[in-house]
């Protein structure tokens, strides 16, 4: 890959997740190629870029829904595509999701929903299930909601009703896809608050995919960024050092919301 003055890579002691020369296409769209970065333990990680760019199939590469067309990608300390059947499954039980959407059942209250993780891969009697979901209802600030139908909340509740059910099972690592899409701004700061005190107060790791600035410099520790025209990333380090240094022409358009020069 050419070397961005933009691409600070971090060397991390014990990676939650690493990339290692990473591709992806799709039949002849190749999309992305060469993507390494390692996420530290505790941090929030922020993979961003224009429409397009594969951020979410990044994501989607992260938590083994696609295999890479190249490279090798590690969650956990093992090798994701190495990892197979029981061990696999297991895995991918200690990673928590939430997609754009929220992606909540309708017919059920938000208490069921975030049942539903610990109903399909733990033993825990009823009672003990509906303790724990109350639990991370109230981790979201969702405690008097329990009851409520998807249909009856806010956009942004659905959002916290989310992370609660993907919080369901205590995974150390937690992917979020575009969490303030279809937010105003005072409630996807609310969101963002969150997801900072969800990290501080449980160490839990978080990668977010977004293109909200705000959100971007709110919460991230540090962030890659991907771009279509390179097929891959022209970015990687503390957002806050990006907005102040960055040389790349997109990079700087995007951070300091300036128009790229022609
Ligand atoms: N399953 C798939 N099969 C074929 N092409 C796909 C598939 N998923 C995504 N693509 C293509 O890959 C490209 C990148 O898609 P992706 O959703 O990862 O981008 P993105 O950066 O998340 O974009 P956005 O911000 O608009 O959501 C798009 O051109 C899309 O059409």
Known sequence: MEAFQDI?????ADPVVTAEGVAM?????????????????????????????????????????????????GILGQPLM???GAARRELLTRLGVMWQSGALFGSMTL???????LEAHTALPRAAREQVARVKL????LSDAANR????????????????????????????????????PITSAGLDQLIKELARDLGTTFVVVTHELQSILAIGDRCIMLDKAARGMIAEGDPRALRDHATHPTVR??????????
């Not at 039949?27 to 760019?53: K, M, Q, W, Y």
């Open 8 to 12: 600070q890579r971090r060397q991390v």
């Open 25 to 73: 296409a799709f039949g002849s769209n190749a999309l992305f190629r060469d993507v390494s970065f390692s996420v530290a333990r505790g941090e929030v990680f922020v993979i961003l870029g224009g429409s397009g760019c594969g951020k979410s199939t990044l994501l989607k590469l992260l938590i083994g829904l696609y295999r890479p067309t190249a490279g090798k990608i």
């Open 82 to 84: 190495e990892t197979e």
């Open 111 to 117: 208490l069921e929903n975030v049942m539903l993780p």
């Open 138 to 141: 109230g981790l979201v600030g």
């Open 149 to 184: 139908l998807p249909a009856e909340i806010s956009g942004g509740m659905a959002k916290r009703a989310g992370i609660a059910r993907a919080m369901a099972l205590d995974p150390p690592l937690l992917f979020l896809d575009e969490p303030s899409a279809g937010l105003d």
């Open 253 to 262: 358009a995007f951070f300091r919301r300036e128009a790229p020069a022609a």
